[in-house]
């Protein structure tokens, strides 16, 4: 950036220098100082300059002006409004070159929900250009893989992947428009370049935060650069774009709310994957949350690496907004935030907009569980009472070493009180066996966490060293493979004891369950969930139109059904239907 910012406040170098050596500057600099820096894979680098300087000079007269330049040339790496992509290419790229024109993209998602709901900002992106969406393989033009890269064994299944995918790029035929191959998400911000070096198929590399870079870098790849974007942000939420639900009959959306994470749990590669914390301004998310209403959507669930860290400081004056506090007993590692509007503030707002709509949120960090937002969801009918409480390991020694901030005692002290605020609340934990250093009393304490919670839904993993992060740096992984195995079996048979134990308070119960559609095992049954989120089988039958039967009907997905609950195991409950309802009229009487 340095020398073409002194070139042009001198207003020499380019009037002075001979074209050639000005189109490489302005290119060198394009690449360094454009809207989102393109790393471009370095092998094909002099062949694209030759290509693009031939390419430029023609284009010369109608090509970049000053004007256009200096406007580039000083916008900053974070944008707030990066959607000038698509509306401001770049003037060697012109705006049809940056058209889908019918190509069909095909989309596979791996690894957590926020990367379910980058896949639908992506679709949302390029069918805004022109490009047409396939839900089959072989009919796609563009596969663009959604990766994760939490733990070594989620890149190996996209490795695997690449591998099949190798073969179809090769038997394409030479009359259809070449197959383009895109890494997005987590593996690309981790990989970067090196994906393409490793795998010659893959065309595009794009972050987490830069899939409105999609139409530049496949527009790319069509005139022969395989490129990379994984420029993070400390700004882009993707708040004006509205994703695209994939599935007609959904009964239920995800909404992103932030993305991020500051915590850097010492085993975690998120913050590294998909950068710092920020939060989507409030006033964005309550008009998609009113959109997913108005379609006829019962429930939502509010998504982000650590959403109830949720701060929305967009207007001035949520500035003065009253400061909430962590949980008790819990420290923050890293410095407390200040000011805006906080989580407690927009569950408040997003559950009055629709009483009918369930709301959820996932995934939260223990330490922000304030009493407001737990009072919020005790009082809101429609805010599920299920909270996801990750503790990862049951021993002070090893929450130390992850760095979580929380003693064992704090955790089950918010346990409690999180039990006593609010009735019935469903439980689940995310746990990880195996991390470094520890030894077989640490894993004692976490079976016995796992023992006393009774958590209904558990995510048990064995660790997964990741580069870069702090364990990477400074911890040993020392525990053997085979001990991680056996104590992540033993964690997942405490887990089973307790959820089956949880969910055998729930027989003879009545409950509220939204449906989803037919069960997956038979024709005869309807599945939904209760508030809990515990999947709920019942016989689909005629029952009665509200709890005091204003005739007879069958359920559909989107219903709410009252169900008395009849048995359960680990992970399902079945029941039978007494009448459909819903959420208000069940608050009302039951
Ligand atoms: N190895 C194993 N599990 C991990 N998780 C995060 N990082 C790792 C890792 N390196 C788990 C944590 C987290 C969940 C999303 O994934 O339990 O809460
Ligand atoms: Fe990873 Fe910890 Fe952030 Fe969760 S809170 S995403 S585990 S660093």
């Known amino acids: 950036m340095q020398p073409l910012k002194c070139a042009l406040r001198t207003g020499q170098t380019l009037r002075q220098s001979p074209l050639s050596s000005v189109i490489g500057q302005?290119?060198?600099?394009?690449?360094?100082?454009?809207?989102?820096?393109?790393?471009?894979?370095?092998?094909?680098?002099?062949?694209?300059?030759?290509?693009?300087?031939?390419?430029?000079?023609?284009?010369?007269?109608?090509?970049?002006?000053?004007q256009h330049f200096l406007r580039n040339a000083s916008v900053p790496q974070e944008k707030s409004d990066s959607s000038a992509t698509v509306e401001d290419p770049p003037p060697y790229l012109t705006p049809e070159a940056l058209l889908g024109r019918g190509r069909k993209v095909y989309l596979e998602t791996y690894g957590c929900q926020m990367n379910v709901n980058d896949a639908e900002i992506a679709w949302a992106i390029l069918q805004k250009s022109g490009y047409l969406r396939t839900n089959t393989l072989h009919e796609a033009d563009v596969i663009l893989l959604v990766t994760c890269s939490i733990r070594e064994k989620a890149e190996q299944a996209i490795w695997n992947r690449l591998k099949r995918l190798k073969f179809i790029k090769a038997r394409r035929l030479r009359s259809q428009v070449p197959l383009?191959?895109?890494?997005?998400?987590?593996?690309?911000?981790?990989?970067?370049?090196?994906?393409?070096?490793?795998?010659?198929?893959?065309?595009?590399?794009?972050?987490?935060?830069?899939?409105?870079?999609?139409?530049?870098?496949?527009s790319l790849a069509d005139s022969g650069q395989r490129s990379a974007n994984v420029l993070l942000s400390l700004e882009e939420t993707y708040a004006d774009i509205m994703p695209v639900q994939t599935s007609s009959n959904a009964t239920s959306a995800f909404v992103s709310i932030m993305r991020g994470c500051d915590n850097m749990c010492s085993y975690c590669i998120v913050p590294f994957t998909r950068g710092r914390e920020r939060s989507r301004p409030i006033a964005s998310i309550l008009e998609e949350v009113k959109k997913l209403s108005q379609q006829g959507l019962k429930e939502v669930t509010l998504l982000g690496q650590n959403v109830n860290s949720y701060q929305d400081k967009s207007e001035m004056q949520f500035n003065n907004a009253m400061p909430t506090h962590l949980s008790r007993g819990f420290s923050e590692n890293y410095k407390t935030k200040k000011g805006g509007l906080r989580f407690a503030d927009l569950l408040d707002q997003v559950s009055r907009v629709d009483p009918e709509m369930r709301i959820r949120f996932t995934s939260p960090h223990p330490k922000d569980f304030p009493d407001e937002v737990l009072q919020l969801i005790q009082e809101r009918n429609n805010i599920c009472k299920q909270i996801h409480l990750p503790a990862q390991s049951g021993s002070n020694r090893v929450l130390?070493?992850?760095?979580?901030?929380?003693?064992?005692?704090?955790?089950?002290?918010?346990?409690?009180?999180?039990?006593?605020?609010?009735?019935?609340?469903?439980l689940s934990s995310d746990f990880i066996a195996g991390f470094c250093g520890e030894t077989e009393d640490d894993h004692l304490q976490t079976l016995s966490l796992l023992q006393e919670v009774r958590y209904n839904v558990g995510f048990l993993f064995a660790y997964s060293m990741r580069q870069k992060t702090r364990a990477y740096h400074r911890l040993q992984d020392d525990v053997p493979e085979e001990v991680k195995q056996r104590r992540l079996a033993e964690l997942i048979a405490a887990f089973r004891e307790g959820?089956?134990?949880?969910?055998?308070?729930?027989?003879?119960?009545?409950?509220?369950?939204?449906?989803?559609?037919?069960?997956?095992?038979?024709?005869?049954?309807?599945?939904?969930?209760?508030?809990?989120?515990?999947?709920?089988?019942?016989?689909d039958i005629e029952m009665g139109d509200g709890i005091d039967c204003r005739g007879l009907i069958r359920a559909q997905p989107g219903d709410y059904v009252l169900v008395k609950i009849t048995s359960s195991n680990s992970q399902s409950l079945k029941g039978v239907a007494l009448c459909r309802t819903s959420l208000q009229e069940y608050s009302a009487h039951c």
């Open 180 to 218: 383009r191959i895109g890494i997005l998400g987590c593996m690309a911000e981790r990989l970067k370049e090196e994906i393409l070096h490793r795998e010659k198929l893959v065309d595009i590399v794009a972050g987490p935060d830069a899939y409105r870079d999609l139409p530049r870098l496949l």
């Open 499 to 539: 959820a089956t134990e949880a969910n055998m308070a729930m027989v003879g119960h009545m409950q509220l369950i939204l449906v989803e559609g037919p069960s997956k095992r038979s024709t005869t049954e309807l599945c939904g969930r209760n508030d809990g989120n515990i999947r709920v089988i019942f016989p």
């Open 26 to 66: 302005i290119l060198r600099t394009y690449r360094t100082t454009n809207h989102l820096n393109a790393e471009v894979y370095p092998e094909l680098e002099k062949q694209q300059d030759d290509r693009l300087q031939r390419d430029f000079s023609s284009r010369l007269a109608a090509g970049p002006t000053f």
């Open 400 to 426: 130390e070493l992850m760095r979580r901030g929380y003693t064992r005692e704090a955790y089950l002290d918010l346990i409690h009180h999180i039990r006593e605020s609010v009735s019935g609340v469903n």
